[in-house]
């Protein structure tokens, strides 16, 4: 089981930057494929990005490409999403997942349904 506790969300203005965590409980983190998602208000639920387990490999959503970057500290069992230039179409609560499947087809991670673990969901405002 894996527990996931996102943080660093917030209310700031447009242009302006946040850097979210996702911290994983668990001692086989650098195993796990992790990705973010958001979800506004009447909306599905989004695919933001991705980073497969070596960090080499990410993908991203291409409304954020260019402005948002994923990464990884294993040792601290922790994903981070920086966000930069953020607009007001950004405003989503934003979720870490984690999965430990593998699939030879690594874009098979930007799809939600391959995740088996979710954290509570961090809101992020981005007033004009």
């Known amino acids: 089981q894996v527990q996931l506790v996102e943080s660093g969300g917030g209310l700031v203005q447009a242009g302006g930057s946040l850097r979210l965590s996702c911290a994983a409980s668990g001692r086989t983190f650098s195993r796990y494929a992790m990705g973010w998602f958001r979800q506004a208000p009447g909306k599905e639920r989004e695919f933001v990005a991705a980073?497969?387990?070596?960090?080499?490999?990410?993908y991203y959503v291409d409304s954020v490409k260019g402005r948002f970057t994923i990464s990884r500290d294993n040792a601290k069992n922790t994903v981070f999403l920086q966000m930069n230039s953020l607009k007001p179409e950004d405003t989503a609560v934003y979720y870490c997942a984690a999965t430990i499947k593998y699939y030879s087809s690594t874009t098979s991670y930007t799809n939600g349904n391959v995740y088996d673990y979710w954290g509570q969901g961090t809101q992020v405002t981005v007033s004009s």
């Open positions: 980073i497969i387990w070596s960090s080499s490999t990410t």
